[in-house]
């Protein structure tokens, strides 16, 4: 599983002309899943996610996590996180997740982040998503289940 974690002042989601999700100060959150993960690999990120200390603090150094400064979560299902442009120049997805399964667990994740009380939004899973952001920093963090476990 990866999270692609982008520091944000702002960001929304649109499918089709329509808002399906917008945050102010926060994270947009890129998640691939592959099928090889697990519930228990979700909630390690997750726990790993929301505890980052990436905001700054009254000294300028980043000491603060989503939490302390009342920021939200957009998350984004996204299966070219593992790309595979080992070969030609045609990337291959056969790492990432069987899409019903890959839905699934995208499901649990923000089901799991909404109970840590911080406000989630989110896109659609599979949809012609556009991603409008404005990154703060910009910082931005990948987390690979592959290098925490």
């Not at 089709?16 to 979700?42: M, P, S």
């Not at 990120?45 to 920021?71: P, S």
């Amino acid at each position: 599983m990866r999270f692609l974690i982008q520091r944000v002042n702002q960001a929304k989601v649109t499918v089709d002309h329509n808002i399906t999700g917008q945050i102010q100060k926060g994270f947009l959150v890129f998640i691939g899943i592959a099928n090889e993960d697990t519930k228990e690999i979700a909630d390690k990120l997750i726990r790993k996610m929301t505890g980052l200390r990436i905001f700054e603090d009254a000294d300028g150094k980043t000491n603060l996590a989503l939490k302390d400064v009342n920021g939200s979560l957009l998350l984004v299902s996204q299966f070219t996180l593992y790309a595979d442009c080992k070969k030609g120049n045609r990337p291959s997805f056969v790492h990432a997740g069987a899409p019903a399964y890959a839905n699934e667990l995208y499901e649990y994740i923000i089901s799991e982040c909404k109970k840590t009380g911080i406000i989630v939004e989110r896109g659609i899973f599979g949809a012609d998503m556009k991603i409008e952001l404005e990154n703060d920093g910009p910082f931005t963090i990948m987390l690979d289940s592959k290098e925490l476990m």
